[in-house]
């Protein structure tokens, strides 16, 4: 697969301007602005993060041994938004003490009980949204060119 600036740009920003706005229906406050930027902000930083330096570099490796398809990508996708949810925990776990101090309990007795918190099943859900955007956007822009070059030759 081609390299795609406007996947790039266009696709990682809708799942946490979404998980922002449906976080803030929830809350039913006057003044959104500033709590909506306080949740889409460090979304938008985990989601562009993640694209750029876990997705982006894996989707390249992977074309290089093998055909990409848009279910192929939507799987890589899934998959390392599971695999960004362990940093994320990692870095609550050292804040988990008493005055966000050191640790209290071990890791995997936080990991555990932060895995069965339903909100988990957002982070693959992220991957898979982002990934396939990303692809969508990447074949989109290159089919129109395509046809573009096909009605100039005829």
Not at 6 to 13: D, I, Q, Y
Not at 18 to 33: D, E
Not at 53 to 70: A, D, E, V, Y
Request: hydrophobic share 55%; proline share 8%.
């Amino acid at each position: 697969m081609r390299f795609s600036w406007t996947g790039l740009v266009l696709a990682p920003l809708p799942v946490p301007l979404l998980f922002s706005a449906l976080m803030l229906g929830s809350l039913q406050t006057n003044g959104a602005v500033l709590p909506f930027l306080i949740l889409a902000v460090p979304g938008c930083i985990v989601s562009y993060g993640t694209t750029i330096f876990l997705f982006l570099p894996s989707l390249f490796l992977l074309s290089l041994s093998r055909p990409m398809t848009g279910l192929k990508a939507c799987l890589l996708g899934a998959i390392l938004g599971a695999a960004a949810f362990l940093p994320l925990t990692l870095m609550m776990w050292k804040g988990s003490g008493q005055d966000s101090g050191p640790p209290t309990e071990s890791f995997l007795v936080f990991f555990l009980r932060w895995v069965a918190d339903p909100t988990t099943v957002i982070f693959p859900l992220a991957g898979l949204v982002t990934a396939g955007l990303y692809w969508w956007l990447g074949t989109w822009r290159n089919h129109s060119r395509l046809r573009d070059l096909r009605a100039d030759s005829s």
